[in-house]
């Protein structure tokens, strides 16, 4: 009977511990609610003070990308030369400092270790062009922007977990004939990336940096249509690569982008 009496007791104490447990973490999730919504006030007051507004639909608590380090992918490139070329095309050769280039019947194409790569030729041909873009966007990670432009380009910017890469792009054109006249911009590869330190600036810290940046900087613009997560390509010919986490602020005017660890703004 005593056994049975402690038992009880026991597990009595145990639910009431978990319920004190319980009521810490749901008042600690309250004050974060209050906070973020005490922040939210705040900054749309300082806006409000500017004279611009913030959309509703602006999201204020996001976090931001993972900064990524990157490595030279040499079998990217040359998988893109074989698109390009011809399945033909030889084996790259290192022409030294980081170029390395790869010959077809079509032409050659310069890869160099920053990821740029250019392609010149007028004797590749497409039997559609269209559907030989489309097809180069879906086999290496890129999603079109515009399509069929004056003077037949075609250009689109490369993908990462979702989030575009903005500076990261390649534009075909072509000519009479469906013949494909060049190619150029630059190439990334996911693979052996690995994840640097957490970025800093989330929404609400990007729209504050923002709005000392109008302040400083004269830019004219009255609204903020939409804050976005997006990544900057930064290459070096002496450092390895790496994605910049960087929030993209569009307003009325022009487009933003902010540095998620620097605060560095610069304009689109």
């Keep these: 009977m005593e056994t049975h009496r402690l038992k009880t007791i026991t597990i009595v104490i145990l639910l009431l511990l978990n319920l004190f447990l319980l009521a810490l973490l749901l008042n600690f999730r309250l004050q974060q609610v209050r906070t973020g919504a005490r922040l939210e006030e705040e900054l749309f007051r300082l806006y409000e003070a500017s004279e611009m507004s913030i959309d509703e639909d602006v999201p204020l608590d996001g976090a931001p990308l993972p900064s990524l ?63 030989f873009f489309l097809s180069f966007c879906d086999t290496f990670g890129y999603t079109p922007l515009q399509q069929r432009e004056e003077g037949g380009a075609y250009s689109a910017a490369r993908v990462v977990g979702g989030h575009p890469v903005y500076n990261c792009t390649v534009t075909f054109r072509f000519g009479e004939g469906d013949s494909l006249l060049s190619a150029a911009g630059s190439c990334l590869s996911e693979k052996g990336s690995a994840q640097l330190d957490a970025a800093a600036f989330s929404t609400a810290d990007a729209l504050v940096k923002f709005l000392s940046y109008r302040g400083e900087s004269g830019a004219i613009c009255n609204r903020i249509l939409s804050v976005s997560p997006v990544y900057a390509l930064q290459t070096s010919a002496s450092s390895a690569s790496r994605l910049a986490a960087q929030w993209r602020i569009t307003t009325d005017t022009y487009q933003y982008y902010v540095d998620c660890s620097t605060g560095e703004i610069v304009r689109s």
Excluded: K, N, W
């Excluded at 490139?77 to 400092?97: D, F, K, P, Q, S």
């Design 69 to 131: 380090s990157l490595t030279r992918d040499l079998e990217l490139e040359a998988a893109i030369a074989r698109m390009i070329l011809g399945e033909e095309a030889v084996e790259g050769v290192h022409e030294g400092g980081g170029i390395y280039t790869y010959t077809g019947e079509a032409g050659t194409i310069q890869f160099r270790s920053t990821g740029a790569f250019d392609f010149v030729s007028d004797r590749r041909q497409t039997a559609d062009p269209g559907a």
